[in-house]
């Protein structure tokens, strides 16, 4: 069923909005809407502009949680808001400290690091490297060249120049050393190592011993930075660890009055006199607003207004559902195909009882019907999946259905003997038709049945909604149900062999509401008095008129005949288990057990499978297109929580 809603409009003192939402709406569920957009009519309203003061210090506690998850001994208790900010505004402070010695020392590390990799390459040139660096009639460079250029430089050019290049480091790419040269030519030679591209690698004059050694103590100290760092990062660790319980306590208060904070966003602001007014819209459950207005009764600050005519309202009203436990599982079909709209009808019982019992005919089966009962029932208690407590109730109506005829496990009339018919095998004579099978004919009638039964949804719906052209001359209003239901009644007495009613009677019968179907245009036009009876040439409204109704005459038919697919079906569950069984050998007084395992396990997986599908599409495309539209908006309350007064 479709809960029913009310429309609230809440007012109260700008500066009480706060203690409003916590001490009476946090404990009900409330769809908010714009205020300004509901309210257009009304003159002088403004949005409700405030800073939240929650928002940074959340984001800074937050960030100090463990992403890891909480330890168990850590609880969820009471803050106040104002303790909880001063609380993370402590350990916000404690944490800057470390943090601004922490920067200073990566710092100094990343400097170390840097002098380090640009001394590496040279540690095998074993000479001081403070004393080179003050040569004052030599002149040197430190750098590497890319291994294709030093091949050349070697092969054609090295002889030629008034230099010596000491190799230190090499790989596939570059040969790192240092070249020495006569201070007199050290522009003539620079230019030619350039010309090789020579990189130029400039070694910090700060450092006393050799490359190696100096490589080594750069080394020592970025290993010694990185224990400070550490021991840096164990004391934000020990700081937050701590106060874990406390930072925990601060993030869950201020995450519950920032939510509650954002409620403004919805609000809007009007002034009367010298005092400034907030309004809240917003849906409601009947039940809920109820209680809502009785809890305010007292409160002299607050003044709500329920709005029960809805037609005065902008927004359209959510649809919150609720059936029994025991149908809720169904509403996941009901929501594929579309939310019902409010003033529409709630299928999900309907989906219920007919999905399942149509599964059970389709699938009747006493083995596997229990198989799908018991194994959806476990599922569904285990995992909480709608589908599986879906098929647990198909489960029921197929052992039923196999008691009926007689299935256990694809054994038919051997185990069990069956009650009603046996699918694959009994045939019943029809007037004009012949011989039929009986379950296909069953099928048919259930289908004629099931086809009026949603005309007549489709009627109680229009007349809700006060639709006269949709309860009275649609396809599946009062016309249409006239007009197929003594279509049916003819189909009957044929196949009966009774006497047929009068030729009049079926003219009129028969005659009157295809008529009314017809003309439902210009018949509505006539009832609203409008001066144009016809929209468009009258040609053009007589073909079209022509085509409707071979339309509907096509689609009654078509949609009968649509559901032969159940008889068909169970015919062929029967023979595809007879098929197991003759692999099985049980033709011959003996079987194999093997193959009739897996032979229930294959026919059970595939064809429950494509049984569900089918029986979605009976119900989709026959029925519900006839009386369901499916376009209502889910019921989604704000959600607001009831915290400690500050």
Not at 255 to 278: C, G, M, P, Q, S
Not at 530 to 545: A, D, N, P, S
Request: net charge negative; charged share 25%.
């Amino acid at each position: 069923m479709i809960v029913k809603m009310k429309f609230l409009s809440i007012t109260g003192p700008k500066d009480d909005i706060e203690r409003m939402t916590k001490q009476y709406l946090s404990k009900y569920e409330i769809q908010l809407e714009n205020a300004l957009t509901e309210l257009r009519t009304v003159k002088n309203l403004r949005p409700f502009m405030e800073g939240n003061p929650y928002e940074e210090a959340l984001r800074t506690g937050q960030e100090y949680l463990p992403s890891e998850g909480l330890p168990e001994e850590v609880k969820n208790t009471r803050m106040w808001p104002r303790e909880a900010q001063t609380v993370i505004q402590e350990v916000g402070d404690q944490i800057a400290q470390l943090q601004k010695q922490r920067e200073e020392l990566l710092k100094e590390r990343n400097r170390y690091e840097a002098y380090k990799e640009k001394i590496g390459p040279f540690q095998q040139l074993h000479y001081d490297t403070h004393k080179l660096l003050n040569f004052r009639y030599v002149k040197f460079r430190f750098g590497r060249i890319p291994k294709e250029y030093y091949d050349k430089f070697e092969k054609y050019v090295y002889e030629s120049l008034d230099t010596i290049f000491y190799i230190t480091h090499s790989n596939q790419d570059y040969v790192w050393g240092v070249y020495f040269m006569p201070a007199s030519q050290g522009d003539q030679v620079d230019a030619v190592y350039s010309s090789m591209h020579f990189e130029v690698i400039y070694i910090p004059d700060e450092y006393e011993g050799t490359a190696e050694e100096a490589y080594a103590g750069l080394a020592g100290k970025v290993k010694e930075a990185d224990e400070e760092i550490e021991k840096i990062d164990l004391k934000i660790r020990e700081t937050i660890a701590s106060r874990l319980q406390e930072l925990y306590d601060a993030v869950n208060c201020l995450e519950e009055v920032d939510r509650n904070f954002d409620i403004r966003k919805y609000a809007a602001l009007t002034r009367e006199k010298n005092h400034t007014f907030y309004i809240l819209c917003g849906w409601m459950t009947e039940k809920d607003a109820n209680a809502f207005q009785k809890d305010i009764a007292q409160d002299e600050k607050i003044f709500a207004v329920v709005e029960d005519d809805h037609n005065n309202i902008f927004s359209t009203p959510p649809t919150k559902l609720k059936n029994p436990r025991l149908f809720r599982p169904f509403e996941m079909y009901v929501k594929m195909y579309g939310l019902p709209a409010y003033h529409e009808m709630d299928p999900t019982l309907f989906v219920a009882l007919s999905y399942a019992f149509i599964f059970g005919a389709m699938f009747g089966d006493v083995g596997q019907g229990l198989v799908l009962l018991i194994g959806g029932y476990l599922l569904y208690r285990k995992k909480g999946m709608n589908l599986a407590a879906i098929v647990a109730s198909a489960g029921i109506f197929s052992t039923i259905f196999g008691f009926l005829y007689g299935s256990f496990f694809g054994f038919e009339d051997t185990v069990i003997h069956h009650l009603w018919l046996r699918p694959k095998e009994t045939m019943m004579q029809l007037p004009v038709v012949g011989q039929m099978n009986t379950v296909f004919v069953v099928a048919v009638v259930f289908g004629m049945f099931m086809i009026l039964l949603a005309m007549v949804f489709h009627i109680i719906i229009s007349l809700k909604n006060r639709d006269k052209e949709g309860a009275w001359l649609d396809t599946n209003g009062v016309a249409g149900f006239i007009f197929y239901g003594a279509l049916v009644g003819v189909i009957f007495l044929v196949m009966t062999g009774r006497p047929m009613p009068a030729g009049i009677v079926l003219a009129l019968v028969l005659g009157l509401p295809l008529l009314a179907m017809a003309f439902k245009e210009p018949i509505m036009a006539l009832l609203d008095k409008r001066v144009k009876l016809i929209e468009g040439g009258k040609v053009m409204f007589f073909v079209q008129t022509f085509f409707e109704l071979f339309e509907v005459l096509l689609s009654f038919f078509s949609n009968t005949l649509s559901f032969v697919r159940i008889g068909a079906f169970a015919v062929s569950h029967a023979a595809m288990m007879e098929v197991v069984l003759m692999l099985a050998g049980f033709e011959n007084g003996g079987g194999n057990w093997l193959v009739v395992v897996l032979g229930n396990i294959f026919v059970c997986g595939m064809e429950g499978l494509i049984v569900g599908i089918q029986v979605l599409r009976l119900e989709y495309y026959e029925m519900f297109s006839r009386f369901y539209k499916g376009t209502g908006r889910e019921f989604h309350p704000y959600r607001l929580k009831n915290i400690k007064e500050a």
